[in-house]
């Protein structure tokens, strides 16, 4: 099979080679690989493929008159690809002429064409003519199509032949291109005349909707209008009034019928017949469209455009005309989408040309009626409006994608914000040319001569607007300044009163400690200064584009907050009598007068006045929230202190109760993390540290550097600099540790966990039913609705439901059927445990009882008649017995009361039908009387029993020949019961008189004797016809009869398991309830799609790795019980018969299912696009079943949707049909667009992606895919040799639907519905958000869930997607949620321990940890793709996430801010939840991590964190850090202080401080400082994440799961891989902060089945932990090696031992977690392929993973852009090597005892020397140099090489270049830096180990 394979791919591989070269062959030539610049033959090589089967020579004719169209198109053949293209179409020509003239039927081609159009016609067109059916309907859209290029290649060839056409067929060509400008193909509404009977066209909303906008009356057309048909609306009058493109006018002209539609119907429940759109619908849809803008114009002070006539009958009119207006703006706004205020601005003065154009004004200039400024002629809008804006927005895109700093281009929201500003009105209408907006970059300007020779323009440019982002850490404290105000004040408090008196908190009450605690009131107006210059320096950029009260205020806030740095120091020291040195210092500089504390206090009062304001403010939001959001000039002058006026972050205050619950959890884990850090880490180091004060240090062991420092300060800071930078992070890990607290409870109170094994699920399932009822299915009106409180959370029960409610038992059977078939069809079980988990879909009428699932009543029967056999008691105790358990008295009356149905079913004639009537009313008058077990015999029983089985098995097979046994086996029967049970004489005597016929005594003659059940009609067997009805219950019989084993473990699947048992578990929390799927709310699921894997081929399951494995073998060991069920569906008892069909099947050369069938099972099991579609579009099966429930009548439901599925086609014939209607309200509910952003690319290259997504479409009717297309056209402009770029927004559907029933080989094609126009390319900044941003406008409904590709959903999930859209009307807080946030399940932990270990971790953070976010802490925001938007809330607003280019990376949490800042409100609900793969590989997940850190680095310096920092109350804004930046921040935090510590404890060991010191306690046992340690190796091992981890698991699946779990992870090496992955997040988090260098990181998203190279992980890793983990490891030596002689073993290995495992997890763990990662063979294949990486020479064009060189270019890149600020960090950062370098010189014994600092400065020197001289002969080695210490930049870039690195006599001189000659020189050099140059010699001796200390 792997061979079969290996050969497909190889062919695979030459077609697409043969195709890029342009050399088509005949056998792969397609349709669809056409050219872009020849994009219009595409339709007549299609028809040509249709028709070749049919009659090849007009195949061939319809190819030759492609070649002709092709020739004129393109004659010099100057598009790409083109002469290719055309020579292979020539060749095939050549070829196909002589055969095809040969089959030609008629005399001449023309008559050939004519004649076949005819048959054409008659065939496909007039047995069509009235398709009422959707799919017939496209069908004859494709027919008309194609007959119109029949025609057009017709008239081609009869007019080179000099043949008239026939009068007949032009007749008929008539007819067809009349109804082909009618028949286009279209989305959802098919809004031509002749589609009126359709079914979704028949709905009344639909018709309001479309009659409302096809009223023109009144509006005044253009002169030069011709009308071209009848149904013109309100949109066409827009287009030619404004010139929006033709297919955006039809793309929006559905979206706002469908829109109004399903607004109209919810307020109208049971609509009227005569179809009106109502005016409340139309209000509410206006409403929620124009609120952003209304908001803008109030903002800006002008008065809003929307003006509405006073006649009423106008009203409806101008409205639709208005959101009409806004939607084709939008809809062809392209990437100014983006900008939500541009396209306010854009509106506000075109519906202020509408107002006019309909008011009839009149232009003073012309005297004529008013004309829009842009318009009248097609593509005006794009041209005039769109594509000057596109420019500005693409040509500072260009500047960032060159690697300029934030600050010198503008992003979307700089252009954005532009529109904040009164200014945005100087841009004028039309817009000026010269306006300032559309001032460029001086580097972009055409350079325009003037005086000075200065370019014009350059000090024009706008610059950055409100915000410049600046690659600065000092934005942490920027953003966040009042949480770090608070901790340093807290902390100064703490350390005062640690410092005097008795240390106890109550000692702050002492005087002079309250006084001197006093001071954190300078230090806080120090702080204030620090922020207020700070916010100069950072804001300086934008000073260009800031008003002058912006500016006022920025100089403002500096003077004052200076003015107060005087004030409170000056008046502090007159507050004491006896000042302390600080105050007295101060009173020098001045009089000294008495003191005066009343002062100092009201000076006190002043500064805290505004501070009180907002305290008081705090306490009552909804004043704060008037405020902000007031525009009353007084109220903004006051507000305008507090923070700058700004369009968003106004009125995001929470109600009083949010309020109070978050600031409760705050105020609780403040005090405790306050306590803990006075009392562990300050309080104990206090005395210590006086005592190292006073100690005296006089002999040093090196120069030291403060001599004047008195008091040991530099062993102080060694001291307590770890424990400050844990005060500062340690907040995380409360954070941490309150977080699972809180989130456990609110999880148990949310009632998570309640059936979490398939024992409770039994337990409850006879609720379960009441539970799908109560929330699956709409309430009647004379239901009572829900009850809420605490009383309704804490307990939620439903009542069982009686077997007298037939609807409600089948209403349950139909969705618990839907969810156990699709079990079946994703192979997670098998056939037998479908047969045992199936409620019967066909209610059986005469069973007075519900059916429960069998897996529930297996082995009931066998026990029951165990204990039947052996009752000897009476009928009430067996009852008793068996009505304890309840499941099996339901299965002994089940099968008694289904046995008498078969039984009396099949016995037919007179005399039998008498006999069994007399034995079961014997029977139940028995069982009524309670007397059964007395009066008859038991111990039979189980041999009737036996019997009956075999009745079973014979019924089940139903074979004519089995008659007889049947026969015999009904005598048997009747004897076991006549005989041995009911042993009555009277019944004997009966069934004798029928055997004995007259009753005589004597022998009867043969022909008279009459044998029960033998005659020919006595019984009725074979069954003919078999019902699916009957099959069941034959099926279910055989089952409770046959199952003697318990099925407790059915279903097997793990996953099912979990799936039913959450599934379950999610019906009794709390819910909306779910409306009828009419008057839900619509939504559309969008999905990003770029290069990924949208079906994997067989080759690429079969391709083995080194190690021989392939991806099928690896899934099938990780599947083996969901192969095994692959193999049963496809009916192959094992792999070698399935490999054998699988030959066959490619010997056949037929349709390859089964092939598919297994490409299928693999994807479903990977992160492909097919898995994903295949999810999504479970929401439409369960809303057709939803609405099948809906709708259905009583006897539809009684006999089930499984026989509405099984008669679909019949069905769907018929309009009006119960399943088309379902199908029709789905398609109104419903939207899935795949924005497969390459697709057209993919397709003109002959790419299988492009194949394998056509497919999709051709799977799944309904879905649309939306892709970019680039088209070649000619330029209008240039020279015509030239062809320009175009780019169009274009939404395909599948051609033609899947069809059982058509005989004619159908080809899979797509079919282009819209086709919009972009200014430009469409990708401008980030790829996905742009990605989303062109397609979003093909989507439909009120609510848009966000998908992304690694994503999956269940169909039972699918179910309660109509209760969470309600979620949008329920309160949730003052403002309405605008997105409602979904709990994912991972499913990627099954694959490997590391993606177990990554499953769990994200698990935690998408529950326990949203959970918290959304309530209490308000700050939840969008973090990934299974979110649902409020669709016209977010599309006004900018979208559903942003896309400026590297500062919005992490795309998705961008949407959450613009949502909050913008008073959106995120909610979270965990009854639905969708899957979601992960990165399963060290590698894969490394480069997420780092995706993730560079994400939340550009987060950072975003103006969107700024402001929630500063417009967020105190505990928001603390829940807010916490909770995005701060995570990273604090892990930044935790290895710096382990750098910190060490550099810290070296500084002791080498300066001998610490020798000297060692009798301190604070030396010798530290207990805060190991505190501190044991606090950062928390955060290290993964404590953070493992604490929600635990208590998740715990909740869901008990806490002895999630125990073993957690053991189960450090057996696994857990703590290795989240200490590695810290490293990961540290470097990139501190790297993008200082350098930038962030971008987007494919993962690929594979399964990881080879082995990683050595050189592969070297390039990941080496700067982010190779590099580091050595510094780290040296300094550990270091610091043991030159300590040991005074210190114990014990105390260093207790203190450091975190910092060891750091460093064997940073060094080793690429390799511990690396496949073969320790086979011999592997290490010796990886050694040579790195020696051969790093000696390769980089240059141009040589690839990274090719040369050491190239790939050390590309890490040091982001230092190109690095602002001098990252320079000078990153030589302070340097700097560290001197301190052990500048020690280790005197430890050797190697500066003679001398300890001046001029030694150490010679090192510099020297240095610096050898930069300078360097020459061609000294390339090998500096080369070299370069090789051993990548840490640091190259010597061939002329930068500085740290001293110690040449340190080493011994050289390398593996490289081609002769090194020989250089190493006495180098070693006398060595010597003579170190001052004993008369010894060159010597220096050999410290060669080696100079060497090791010198590596970093």
């Known amino acids: 099979m792997s061979s079969r394979g290996g050969s497909d791919q190889q062919s695979q591989r030459r077609i697409t080679r043969t195709q890029t070269a342009g050399n088509l062959g005949e056998s792969i030539f397609d349709s669809e690989v056409v050219p872009s610049s020849l994009v219009e033959i595409a339709p007549i090589l299609r028809v040509a493929n249709e028709i070749e089967s049919d009659n090849p020579r007009v195949a061939y004719l319809c190819r030759f008159y492609a070649f002709e169209k092709a020739h004129r198109l393109d004659p010099t053949s100057s598009g790409r690809g083109v ?19 040969m089959g030609r039927v008629k005399k001449s081609d023309a008559r050939e064409m004519q004649s076949f159009y005819q048959h054409y016609y008659k065939k496909y067109i007039q047995a069509l003519q009235n398709a009422a059916d959707k799919a017939d309907r496209a069908r004859l859209t494709k027919a008309y199509q194609t007959a119109n290029v029949l025609f057009e290649v017709l008239k081609a060839v009869n007019m080179t032949q000099s043949v008239e ?43 309001a909707a479309v009659l409302a906008l096809r009223n023109t009356r009144g509006l005044p057309w253009p002169k030069d209008y011709k009308k071209k048909k009848d149904d013109e609306d309100i949109l066409d009058w827009l287009q030619a009034m404004f010139g929006f493109q033709k297919d955006n006018v039809a793309n929006q002209r559905e979206h706002l019928i469908l829109l109004l539609a399903n607004v109209h119907i919810r307020q109208f429940p049971k609509p009227d017949q005569q179809p009106k759109l109502d005016d409340r619908a139309l209000t509410e849809v206006m409403k929620k469209l124009f609120k952003n803008y209304r908001k803008w114009c109030k903002y800006l002070d002008r008065q809003s455009s929307l003006w509405l006539p006073t006649i009423q009958q106008e009203v409806q009119q101008r409205k639709l005309l208005y959101m009409g207006l806004y939607l084709l703006i939008w809809g062809e706004a392209a990437n100014l989408r983006f900008m939500p205020e541009c396209l306010c601005y854009i509106y506000h003065h075109m519906a202020f040309e509408l107002y006019g154009m309909l008011a009839g004004n009149v232009s003073p200039m012309t005297g004529e009626n008013v004309k829009p400024a842009y318009g009248g002629e097609e593509e005006a809008f794009l041209r005039k409006v769109v594509s000057p804006i596109y420019e500005v927005i693409a040509k500072e895109a260009e500047r960032s994608k060159r690697g300029s700093k934030h600050s010198q281009w503008r992003n979307y929201d700089d252009l954005n914000e532009y529109f904040w500003s009164v200014d945005c009105f100087r841009l004028g209408w039309p817009m000026r040319a010269d306006a300032d907006f559309f001032c460029l970059p001086f580097d972009q300007l055409q350079f325009v001569k003037n005086g000075d020779n200065r370019p014009a323009g350059k000090e024009r440019w706008m610059g950055k607007i409100n915000f410049v982002e600046i690659r600065s850490f000092w934005h942490v404290f920027r953003s966040f300044d009042r949480m770090w105000s608070f901790f340093i004040l807290c902390l100064q408090v703490m350390i005062i009163v640690a410092w005097n008196g008795s240390g106890q908190p109550s000692s702050i009450f002492n005087s002079d400690v309250f006084k001197k605690s006093l001071t954190v009131f300078i230090t806080a107006a120090i702080l204030k200064l620090g922020q207020a210059v700070l916010d100069v320096i950072l804001s300086w950029k934008a000073r260009r584009s800031m008003s002058s009260h912006v500016k006022l205020r920025y100089i403002l806030k500096v003077v004052s907050a200076a003015a107060w740095v005087i004030v409170l120091p000056v008046t502090y020291a007159y507050s004491w009598d006896n000042p302390p040195g600080f105050a007295q210092t101060i009173k020098s500089w001045f009089s000294q007068s008495s003191s005066s504390p009343s002062l100092f206090i009201l000076a006190v009062v002043v500064y805290l006045s505004p501070n009180m304001l907002a305290a008081i403010l705090f306490l009552f939001p909804f004043i704060r929230r008037f405020l902000e959001r007031s525009n009353y000039r007084i109220v903004m002058l006051m507000m305008w202190w507090s923070q700058p006026r700004l369009y968003v972050g106004r ?113 409850r399932f006879q609720s379960l039913p009441g539970a799908f009822n109560a929330c699956l299915i709409p309430l009647e009106k004379t239901e009572q609705t829900k009850k809420k409180g605490l009383k309704a959370t804490l307990s939620r029960n439903f009542a069982e439901i009686s077997p007298n409610k037939e609807k409600e038992a089948a209403r349950f059977a139909q969705l618990w059927n839907k969810i156990i078939t699709s079990f079946r069809e994703e192979d997670l079980i098998n056939n037998r445990e479908m047969g045992l988990l199936l409620v019967p879909y066909w209610a059986d009428r005469d069973l007075d009882l519900i059916q429960w699932p069998p897996f529930l009543l297996a082995s009931k029967i066998p026990i029951a008649l165990d204990m039947a056999k052996d009752s000897n008691g009476k009928d009430r105790e067996l009852k008793k017995r068996i009505q304890t358990d309840n499941y099996m008295y339901c299965a002994v009356r089940e099968c008694y009361a289904s046995f008498r149905n078969i039984i009396k079913f099949l016995v037919q004639g007179a005399r039998e039908k008498e006999v069994i009537d007399y034995i079961f009313s014997e029977v139940d008058r028995h069982i009524e009387a309670g007397d059964l077990i007395t009066e008859y015999r038991m111990s039979a029983l189980p041999g009737l029993s036996e019997h009956f089985v075999k009745l079973i098995k014979y019924l089940l097979d139903n074979k004519q020949e089995d008659r007889d046994q049947v026969v015999i086996l009904f005598q048997d029967m009747l004897e076991v019961m006549t005989r041995d049970i009911m042993m009555e004489d009277h019944i004997s005597s009966l069934v004798d008189s029928i055997h004995g016929g007259s009753g005589h005594e004597g022998m009867t003659p043969l022909d008279q004797q009459y044998q029960l059940f033998a005659s020919s009609g006595a019984i009725k067997f074979p069954i003919h016809p078999v019902t699916e009805a009957w099959k069941e219950k034959i099926n279910r019989l055989d089952l409770l009869l046959t199952v003697k084993e318990s099925a407790m473990d059915v279903p097997s699947n793990l996953d099912a398991r979990r799936r039913i048992s959450f599934f379950s578990n999610s019906l009794f929390m709390n819910m909306p309830t779910a409306p009828k799927v009419r008057n839900m709310f619509s939504f559309s699921v969008l999905t990003p799609y770029y290069t990924e ?15 021989g494995v392939s991806i099928l073998f690896y899934l099938q060991k990780i599947f083996p019980d969901e192969w095994s069920n692959f193999l049963e569906r496809v009916k192959c008892r094992n792999e070698e018969e399935f490999r054998m069909k699988l030959q066959k099947e490619e010997e056949l050369k037929g349709p390859k299912e089964l092939e598919e069938e297994l490409r299928l099972w693999a994807s479903y099991r990977g992160q492909t696009l097919t898995k994903t579609v295949r999810g999504m579009m479970y929401y439409r099966k369960a809303l057709e079943l939803q609405a099948f429930l809906d709708m259905a009548h009583d006897e539809d439901l009684m006999e089930g949707y499984k026989a509405v599925e099984l008669n679909m086609e019949d069905n769907s014939k018929g309009e009006r049909s119960l399943w088309a209607q379902c199908q029709a309200v789905t398609d109104m509910k419903f939207t899935y667009v795949v924005s497969c952003q390459q697709y057209g690319i993919h397709k003109r290259s002959g790419d299988t992606r492009a194949q394998d997504i056509l497919k999709l479409l051709t799977t799944y009717p309904s879905l649309r895919v939306a892709y970019v297309d680039e088209v070649e056209e000619p330029s209008k402009e240039r020279p015509k040799k030239i062809n320009q770029k175009v780019y169009y927004s274009a939404l395909v559907k599948a051609a033609l639907p899947k069809s059982s029933n058509s005989s004619d080989p159908v080809q899979i094609l797509d079919q282009v519905i819209y086709k919009i126009k972009l ?31 690694n994503q999956d959903n269940y169909m039972e999930e699918a179910l309660k997607m109509r209760n969470l859209l309600q979620e949008f009307l329920e309160e949730h807080g003052v403002r309405p949620p605008t997105i409602l946030g979904l709990r994912e399940h991972i499913f990627t932990g099954s694959v490997s321990s590391l993606a177990w270990f990554m499953s769990n971790q994200e698990t935690s953070f998408v529950t326990i940890g949203q959970r918290l976010l959304a309530n209490p802490l308000k700050v939840r925001f969008h973090y990934g793709h299974p979110d649902v938007f409020d669709r016209l809330f977010h599309l006004t607003r900018g979208g559903v996430s942003k896309a400026s280019k590297n500062i919005n990376l992490s795309e998705d949490i961008f949407g959450g801010f613009n949502s909050t800042l913008r008073e959106g409100n995120v909610t979270h609900h965990e009854y639905i939840q969708v899957g979601k793969g992960r990165d399963v590989g060290l590698n894969q997940i490394s480069m997420f991590e780092a995706k993730i850190a560079n994400g939340n680095g550009e987060q950072t310096l975003s103006r969107d964190i700024y402001r929630l920092g500063h417009r967020f109350d105190f505990f928001r804004m603390l829940s807010c850090y916490f909770t995005t930046v701060g995570f990273y921040f604090s892990t930044l935090i935790t290895v710096l202080t382990v750098y910190v510590f060490l550099y810290g404890r070296l500084y002791l060991v080498l300066s001998g401080l610490e020798e000297g010191l060692i009798t301190q306690k604070a030396i010798r046992d530290n ?14 091992i993964g404590f953070l994440m493992a604490l929600p ?61 080879f082995h990683a190279k050595f050189a592969e992980n070297y390039r990941l890793y080496s700067r982010s932990h190779f590099v580091k983990g050595m510094e780290m490891m040296l ?26 495992f750091m460093v064997g997890t940073w060094l080793f763990a690429p390799f511990l977690f690396n496949p073969s990662g320790f086979e011999w063979q592997k290490i010796v294949d990886d050694w040579t392929d790195w020696n051969k990486w790093i000696s390769n020479r980089g240059g141009i064009g040589v690839p990274p993973e090719k040369s050491w060189e190239s790939w050390w270019e590309e890490e040091q890149e982001h230092l190109k852009y690095s602002g001098k600020r990252g320079t000078i960090a990153e030589i302070v950062l340097a700097l560290r090597f001197f301190i052990y370098q500048y020690g280790l010189v005197y430890h050797l014994h190697i500066a003679e005892k001398t300890k001046s600092f001029l030694v150490s400065l010679w090192h510099i020197m020297a240095g610096d020397l050898l930069n300078i001289v360097r020459d061609e002969d000294c390339f090998c080695w500096t080369e070299k140099i370069q090789c051993k210490f990548p840490a640091h930049v190259s010597v061939n870039q002329g930068t500085y090489i740290p001293n110690f690195c040449v340190h080493s006599g011994h050289l390398d001189c593996t490289s081609p270049y002769d090194c020989s000659r250089h190493h006495s020189l180098h070693s006398c050099l060595h010597a003579y830096w170190l001052g004993v140059a008369s010894d060159c010699s010597s220096v050999q001796t410290y060669g080696s180990s100079s060497w090791l200390l010198g590596i970093s």
């Open 83 to 101: 002469r290719q293209f055309k020579t292979a179409l020539l060749q095939r020509l050549e070829r196909e002429n002589d055969p095809t003239l």
């Open 165 to 207: 056409v026939d009068p007949q067929i032009l007749e008929a060509h008539d007819k067809v291109a009349k109804k082909t400008e009618i028949y286009v193909p279209y989305n959802i509404l098919p809004l031509d005349p002749d589609s009126a009977n359709q079914a979704i066209m028949r709905y009344p909303e639909i018709q």
């Open 651 to 763: 009125g995001m205050h929470e109600s009083t109760f949010s309020l109070f619950k978050y600031t409760m959890f705050w105020v609780l884990l403040i005090i405790t993390k306050l306590a803990f850090s006075y009392y562990v880490e300050i309080k104990p180091l206090v005395g210590p540290t006086k005592a190292i004060m006073n100690v005296k240090i006089r002999n040093f062991q090196w120069h030291e550097f403060f001599p004047r420092a008195k008091d040991n300060l530099g062993v102080v800071i060694a001291l307590w600099a770890p424990i400050i930078l844990v005060y500062f992070m340690d907040t995380q890990i409360w954070y941490a540790i309150f977080s699972t607290l809180f989130g456990g409870i609110y999880g148990a109170f949310r009632r998570l966990g309640e059936i979490r094994t398939l024992g409770m699920l039994r337990s």
């Open 1093 to 1107: 894997d949208v079906l994997f081929s067989l080759h690429d399951l079969e391709v083995e790795n080194e190690d």
């Open 1319 to 1349: 200014p430009g390319p469409a990708i401008l900044g980030e790829g996905k958000p742009e990605n989303q941003n062109h397609a979003i406008i093909f989507t439909r409904g009120e609510g848009l869930q966000t998908i992304d590709m």
């Open 1567 to 1580: 207990k805060p400082l190991q505190v501190a340690l044991a606090s950062q190796s928390f955060v290290q």
């Open 1589 to 1649: 981890m635990l208590m998740e698991i715990g909740l869901e699946r008990g806490f002895r799961t999630a125990l073993s779990d957690f053991i189960l992870m450090q057996l696994q090496l857990a703590p290795v891989f989240f200490t590695f992955s810290l490293g990961t997040k540290t470097h990139y988090y501190g790297r993008t902060l200082l350098h930038g260098g962030a971008k987007y990181r494919p993962t690929g998203r594979g399964f990881v089945v």
């Open 1675 to 1700: 300094l550990l030596l270091v610091y043991q090696i030159f300590g040991h002689s005074y210190r114990g073993s014990v105390a260093y290995i207790f203190i450091t031992v975190s910092m060891w």
